[in-house]
């Protein structure tokens, strides 16, 4: 059964810094390219980053772009994503998603989410 | 970057009645569009793919269909867990966007 679970979320005060993990399993994690989606309160879901199954090929979306930084761990089978420089605007569930299969950025499973607030 | 609005924001409809879902795209995307299922609490889940494809899984009474600019999620006949928020996905153009949902409530 693929299963991905996300911690690390939590309060931090805005400017503050927060790390990420994602822990994958039940299916071959090296084979796949992963991403982080987030979604606000209430809000509707926003992509934010995409990582190859190599790691070799990041993408970022602008409104995270020079704060945020993804990578992996294949051997560990574990996906992260370091947040600096956080302001209220980050407030939301982060959420890992697999994509599909020879289908960039859909994303067929998704971890149940952590939570960042970001509030003094 | 690509915006996809979604309508009606809600849906209220009964068990068995047949929904169907709008997502406009501002500009061409092909057939490049997913469609996710959110329940209250819960992770999305990928429903359907490539604008008709269904995923792994997922019950036919589920279908899409469109291109380009329009697209339409159906369901054909609710049953009590379709009660969600539902949005579509563009892949076509980067970023991936998503659309603003629509809730689908029990009248």
């Known amino acids: 059964e693929v299963q991905l679970v996300e911690s690390g979320g939590g309060l931090v005060q805005p400017g503050g810094s927060l790390r990420l993990s994602c822990a994958a399993s039940?299916?071959?994690?090296?084979?796949?390219?992963m991403n982080w989606v987030r979604q606000a309160p209430g809000k509707g879901l926003e992509w934010v980053s995409y990582i190859s199954s190599s790691g070799n090929t990041i993408y970022y979306a602008d409104s995270v772009k020079g704060r945020f930084t993804i990578s992996r761990d294949n051997a560990k089978n574990s996906l992260y994503l370091q947040m600096n420089s956080l302001g209220a605007e980050d407030t939301a569930v982060y959420y890992c998603?697999?994509?599909?299969?020879?289908?960039?950025?859909?994303?067929?499973?998704w971890g149940q989410g952590t939570l960042v607030t970001v509030s003094s | 970057e690509i915006v996809l609005t979604q309508s009606p924001a809600t849906l209220s409809l009964s068990l068995g009645e047949r929904a169907t879902l709008s997502c406009r795209a501002s500009q061409s995307v092909g057939s490049s569009l997913a469609w996710y299922q959110q329940r209250p609490g819960q992770a999305p889940r990928l429903l359907i793919y490539d604008a008709s494809n269904r995923a792994t899984g997922i019950p036919a009474r589920f279908s899409g269909s469109g291109s380009g600019t329009d697209f339409t999620l159906t369901i054909s006949s609710l049953e009590p867990e379709d009660f969600a928020v539902y949005y579509c996905q563009q892949r076509s153009i980067w970023p991936p966007s998503f659309g603003g949902g629509t809730k689908v409530e029990i009248k």
């Open positions: 039940g299916f071959t994690f090296s084979s796949y390219e």
């Open positions: 998603a697999r994509e599909l299969e020879r289908r960039h950025y859909y994303f067929d499973f």
